[in-house]
């Protein structure tokens, strides 16, 4: 998968981990818009990005077209999806281009809140579409407290981690102590609908769901 991380620091108000903001840009005249999470955190020194899935469609095109100056109009912070370090135990259920708002609350939570404990599931078609593969790794390193699980639907042959949707028994599996955690989902509707499921079959009270739906992929 390709996607592309753009550098808005001087043009928004800061947000919060795992927040959206919605972007207009001009393609022939005509004002185009969409919602993108950040997927950066507060705590990267006033460095402000998000992350957008190339797919080759209208909006995409036109803002993998932009160049630095060309006009652009973001209006946000918005959204309920956020951490401040208000659990001590999270447990993140994530398909594909959902991992920005993740990624921004996994960067907060290894820079200023490292005794959360997070467990990631994060479900992908193929390893070359896993965003943030590198960069996650790297937290990992600094974080003890994040565990990392991915799940392929049509790995490559070698490929030793699980295989398929993200199901009730890779979420029982990998993370025991469910009952106990406050959980972040956020991906395309299916997926996320799929993860409501097993947390519902599992009996994880609907106080400790928070979820994000990205349509449009
Ligand atoms: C809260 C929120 C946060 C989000 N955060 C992110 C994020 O961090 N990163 C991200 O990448 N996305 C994010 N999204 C989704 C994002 O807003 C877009 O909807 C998505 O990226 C699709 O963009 P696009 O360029 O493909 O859009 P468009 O060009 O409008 O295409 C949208 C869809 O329309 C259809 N379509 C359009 N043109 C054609 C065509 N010519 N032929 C066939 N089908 C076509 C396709 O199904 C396509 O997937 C978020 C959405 C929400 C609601």
């Known amino acids: 998968m390709t996607s592309r991380v753009l550098d808005l620091t001087s043009q928004t108000a800061f947000p919060k981990a795992g927040q959206f903001f919605f972007l207009t840009i001009r393609k022939n005249g005509k004002e185009l ?10 705590t990267e020194g006033g460095y402000i990005e998000f992350t957008k899935k190339l797919t080759g469609h209208e909006f995409s095109n036109a803002l993998d077209e932009l160049k ?26 994530v398909g594909g281009i959902g991992i920005t708002a993740i990624r921004s609350i996994c960067r907060l939570c290894t820079d200023r ?26 937290m990992q390193k600094h974080n003890t407290n994040l565990k990392m699980v991915h799940s392929l639907s049509t790995p490559s042959e070698g490929w030793l ?24 989902s956020c991906g395309p509707p299916s997926l996320v609908e799929a ?11 609907k106080s400790q769901i928070i979820t994000e739906n990205f349509p449009g992929h």
């Open 68 to 93: 630095e100056g060309d006009w652009a109009r973001l209006k946000g912070p918005f959204g309920e999806f956020t951490y401040q370090g208000e659990y001590e135990k999270l447990g993140m259920l």
């Open 113 to 138: 809140y490292p005794t959360t404990n997070i467990i990631l599931l994060y479900g992908n078609r193929t390893e070359k579409d896993i965003v943030f593969k590198d960069d996650l790794e790297q």
């Open 33 to 42: 818009q969409k919602h993108f999470s950040f997927s950066s955190s507060p």
């Open 195 to 205: 993860m409501k499921k097993i947390l519902e079959e599992l009996r994880v009270p």
């Open 161 to 184: 981690g699980y295989t398929g949707y993200i199901d009730r028994k890779i979420a029982e599996k990998e993370i025991p102590d469910y009952l106990d955690r406050t959980f972040y």
